[in-house]
């Protein structure tokens, strides 16, 4: 079995590192002998999303999105007949925001690819934080950190958690990232798949199962990464209970 990871524009949307999140998911494909490719698109290149089974599209700044928004006019049409046919994508932060409509800010409005049913308005202060969600159908709750000036409003799809601690989409609804077909879309940015294997595996699962039908993933030893998660969920949310 083999996975093919397509990252996006790592030389703009690569803000607190999001290349971690390539190298975790890679690895744990590795640990269980499932072949794992990495190609990365700069902004000119074109895009096969046929030959692709992930898409990441990383966190970036203002300026950095307002570059990239042009670009991604081009790649719309394919970008979205990938996304219905179920491919699978986690966006972060910037990847987040434009995934939706638009991001509207005070240097004028960033246009989205409008795959997903969301848009997203800066506003003030930004909103910084540590954060831990929770997600019913996840046997950790996911936690991360956030920093973002934009708030997002995901109309009727499903948030990717509830919030535990820290603001998620809006710091008004409760409601962290968001849910649609294959796609994630979170604030959580930075090293994100390698605190949450679970949303790691998750991303792995879906693409082998679109394009094999079946997944074959062995367990691997998490007791590490669960440890850790414990400790940020003792800290941030028990203690406040
Ligand atoms: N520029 C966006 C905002 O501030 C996203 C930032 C990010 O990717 N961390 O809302």
Not at 78 to 105: K, M, S
């Amino acid at each position: 079995m083999k996975v093919t990871i397509g990252h996006l524009y790592p030389d703009l949307l690569n803000l607190y590192g999001d290349r971690g999140n390539i190298q975790c998911m890679r690895k744990r494909c590795e640990w269980r002998g499932i072949e794992a490719e990495v190609r990365e698109f700069q902004i000119t290149d074109a895009i096969d999303f046929n030959a692709l089974d992930i898409v990441l599209l990383g966190g970036g700044s203002d300026r950095e999105q307002m570059l990239v928004c042009e670009r991604l006019k081009a790649i719309q049409k394919d970008f979205q007949g990938y996304v219905e046919d179920g491919g699978v994508v986690i966006a972060v932060c910037g990847g987040y925001q434009l995934l939706g409509h638009y991001y509207d800010t005070d240097d004028g409005r960033i246009e989205g690819l409008s795959l997903v049913d969301l848009y997203t308005e800066q506003g003030s202060p930004r909103l910084i934080s540590n954060i831990v969600i929770q997600n019913d159908q996840m046997e950790a709750p996911i936690v991360g950190f956030e920093n973002h000036g934009g708030r997002t409003y995901i109309n009727d799809n499903q948030p990717l958690g509830k919030v535990l601690f820290g603001f998620g989409n809006n710091g008004e609804d409760g409601q962290e990232g968001v849910l649609y077909k294959n796609v994630i879309g979170t604030y959580l940015h930075g090293p994100l798949l390698p605190k949450n294997p679970q949303i790691s595996d998750l991303l792995i699962r879906r693409a082998l199962e679109r394009k094999y039908g079946k997944a074959e993933m062995s367990p691997l030893n998490d007791a590490q990464e669960l440890e850790a998660n414990q400790y940020i969920v003792e800290r941030f949310v028990k203690k406040t209970l």
